[in-house]
């Protein structure tokens, strides 16, 4: 595969929200290009409107980017208001035209709304991490809203590390040895 350029990378941001042990996933329009009909959860891309045309945070650059293309993403597909956004993980791929991508991947507890969808997404489900087994979820998905549904019930957030068969629970003596 050719990538287009390898110093510039198309950024997304995806939100996975909580709200009474529930998990908000949303079924992806069956005409979407990637994942057609696959249940995920909210998020998009940066774009340069979500920072050029507003004050700058310092005399040359903007902070807080990210979080606002986030919230705006969020607003746009399902109309909910959410609280402090934190981070989870970040995934990086090659788009099939060639495009590296990169995923940041946030949680979130519900703050405020009623889920209105936009054309972006067809159904909609508040599921709990048993639930959400039943769907037919992006791969990887299902794996984040476990290590969410961890770091909710109590677990230290840097003992939970992502791996591809299951969520591991890396013991704290050892944590030197990832480092």
């Keep these: 595969m050719e990538i287009k350029n390898q110093k510039l990378h198309r950024i997304t941001s995806t939100a996975i929200i909580y709200k009474d042990g529930k998990y908000l996933i949303l079924r992806r329009s069956l005409n979407k290009k ?72 946030f949680y979130s507890a519900y703050k405020l709304g009623e889920v209105i969808l936009n054309d972006e997404n067809i159904n909609y489900a508040w599921v709990t991490l048993k639930e959400a087994k039943n769907y037919d979820l992006i791969e990887g998905i299902l794996k984040e809203i476990e290590m969410v549904d961890k770091i909710l019930n109590g677990q230290n957030e840097d003992e939970i590390q992502y791996n591809k068969n299951k969520i591991q629970s890396i013991n704290p003596n050892s944590l030197n040895a990832f480092l």
């Design 34 to 105: 990637a994942f057609p009909g696959k249940w995920t959860v909210p998020g998009g891309g940066l774009e340069t409107d979500d920072y050029v045309n507003t004050p700058k945070t310092t005399e040359n650059q903007w902070y807080f980017s990210i979080e606002k293309s986030l919230r705006r993403e969020i607003m746009e597909e399902t109309n909910l208001e959410v609280g402090k956004i934190k981070y989870l993980l970040d995934i990086t791929f090659i788009l099939p035209d060639g495009t590296p991508s990169i995923i940041l991947s």
